[in-house]
């Protein structure tokens, strides 16, 4: 299965899982727990929220920043994050992010379990879209699962991409990407780019703070 095919079926897994999306936060205390960790990373001022999801995180970036610009490719999960997210500093997209480009810059981009969807054929072309959508002095900040993670995943072996088969409340199940990124490996990475990274693992997910190559930003 080719990174076309294999995106196409994660996109159709979170557009037939939106309802049942928000149980794990209802029922994870440790999913709650990462949410509030919001409150203490350096995020203010223009925010572009990449796959968004059904607004669990729009939520708490909405109440301490200037504005966010909301971004996912499933309308059934934008639909939820609009009715969980009513505020007037939220504007909410419905894009392809392998194919959109940010019309604009912002002070922080910041995303939640998404880095580890995306296949790592395409990781160089995602960090210079982050790059270019940051402005001068600004940051991109993510949470996602680490290597521990992989337990709780049905994990396909021997495929060209990283995969995982999820299966949904009524039996459907769904190939998906999932690349359980190592701190030390993904900070390795991104400073051979030039990016200046700050990750740090927390019960099991790892929490990233990343600043651009200068010239990324310039151009």
Known sequence: MDDDALLAEQMAY????????????AEYEALQKLLAVVDDLPIGGDVLELACGTGQW??????????????DASP????????????????????????????RRYDVVFFAFWLSHVPPTRLADFWNTVATALAPGGKAIFIDDGPAAATYEKVLANQPTPTALRRLNDGSQY?????FHDAQTLTDEL??????????????NIIGIAEPPTAAVQS
């Open 76 to 103: 059934k999960v934008l639909a939820i994050a609009r009715t969980r997210t009513a505020s007037p500093t939220v504007q909410f997209r419905e894009a392809d992010l392998f194919e959109w480009q940010p019309p």
């Open 175 to 179: 190939r998906i990407v999932k690349v």
């Open 14 to 25: 979170y557009a037939a899982g939106a309802a049942e999306y928000d149980r794990q936060y």
């Open 58 to 71: 729009t939520l708490r970036l909405a109440e301490r920043v200037r504005s966010v610009t909301a971004v």
């Open 191 to 204: 400073t051979a780019q030039a990016w200046s990274v700050r990750i740090r693992p927390m019960a099991g």
